[in-house]
């Protein structure tokens, strides 16, 4: 696939795209991409890569935003148990995106 190829030329099998991890990958590239150029790098554009039903956007924003937030959790849990100074901590995932959520919810 190049940036020229649009979905309609483009044609795969679904059994091509489930035995084969690369397609897989560029399908699923091809579809965020898609949703980053319609709406920017925010939430929404998260959610459109799931669905295209605005509740189901927002919920699959939510759920993608809350994994994040877990895992930043356990890797600062992981810095205090190692006694890592402040000063060097990598901060939670903490964005004005998560207000384009709240405002479609």
Known sequence: MTGETSASQTV???WTLIKNPCYNVMAGAFVL???L???GESWEAIGCYNA???NKRAAYSW???RELLKGATAQLRELDQ???KEI???RPP???LRVSVTDIQ
């Open 12 to 14: 795969v099998s679904g």
């Open 33 to 35: 991409r898609g949703c």
């Open 37 to 39: 150029d319609r709406h």
């Open 52 to 54: 295209t039903s605005r």
């Open 63 to 65: 759920k993608i935003y």
């Open 82 to 84: 190692a006694g890592t």
């Open 88 to 90: 060097n901590r990598p």
């Open 94 to 96: 903490v964005s004005s």
